[in-house]
């Protein structure tokens, strides 16, 4: 039995609850091999960021070209690209190996609200939406991808079906900026739009939830499931890691990860 292989396209989270680091421990969750690229170092605890040092580009193309040429890889993420140079390297490095599919978490700002993503920058991302297979935007970033306002459902809607006239073939809209209970999800796709409603989780642990959503229908896309089907994996398993995050820090608390880990030690 040959393990599946996922890659994640990153920046390292000193505080483990978002990036490279959350992104490895939903790969493992999901039974999947993890590999790395990282295009930052960011010192960063659950209150907020301190620093960033971003990777040399060259760096960053030798990391891709490293596992591209050893590991078959079954699908591959994106998370903080913080510069158009980065973007540019990660994407000629894509384009290079053609790994599919890639879904693109457009990391814009953190939870603790400090900007990751550099203003110059925005154009640069839209060049990596025509190599998407899905982009998993929140509401502010599905409003900075589109050009639109979105207040409604509709309105998410059409920013979704903008996106994808950028080149996207499907986009996730997430539903945790939004007041409703329970939250929907909307997977926009060229079948028409699929809803994935949950309850709402009222809890400060909530770092690093837009990564682990996008490592997780990555994770589930390398273990050979359809994008409808992963991105229902993923919103289950985000709900079980929110309702049973372990309250760890000061400021906006990292997930658990491994909730049905948790459970079994429960049961001894």
Do not use: W
Request: charged fraction near 15%.
């Amino acid at each position: 039995m040959t393990l599946p292989v996922a890659l994640s396209i990153a920046g390292s989270d000193s505080g483990a609850g978002a990036g490279i680091q959350a992104d490895m421990k939903t790969f493992a969750a999901f039974g999947v091999y993890g590999l790395t690229v990282i295009t930052a170092i960011t010192a960063q605890n659950t209150a907020g960021v301190r620093a960033v040092q971003e990777v040399d580009t060259g760096v960053i193309a030798a990391q891709l070209d490293a596992v591209a040429d050893d590991f078959a890889i079954g699908a591959l993420k994106t998370g903080m690209l913080s510069s158009a140079a980065i973007i540019e390297t990660v994407v000629a490095g894509i384009e290079r190996h053609r790994l599919r599919p890639l879904v693109v978490d457009p990391v814009m700002i953190a939870k603790s609200g400090d900007r990751l993503l550099r203003e110059d920058a925005v154009d640069a991302l839209c060049r990596l939406l025509p190599l998407a297979n899905v982009v998993t935007p929140n509401i502010p970033e599905a409003a900075v991808l589109s050009g639109r306002t979105i207040r409604t459902r509709e309105d998410r809607v059409a920013a979704a079906r903008a996106i994808m006239q950028l080149g996207a073939q499907a986009v996730v809209i997430k539903g945790g900026h939004t007041e409703d209970d329970p939250i929907v999800d909307l997977l926009v796709d060229g079948q028409g739009v699929h809803e994935y409603p949950a309850p709402r989780i009222v809890t400060t642990s909530t770092h690093g939830t837009g990564c682990t959503f996008s490592a997780a229908i990555t994770a589930a896309l390398a273990t050979g499931v359809d994008l409808p089907h992963a991105v229902a994996e993923a919103r289950d398993y985000v709900s079980r890691a929110l309702a049973s995050a372990p309250g760890l820090g000061h400021g906006h608390g990292p997930l658990n990860h491994f909730p049905a880990i948790q459970v079994a030690h429960a049961r001894h």
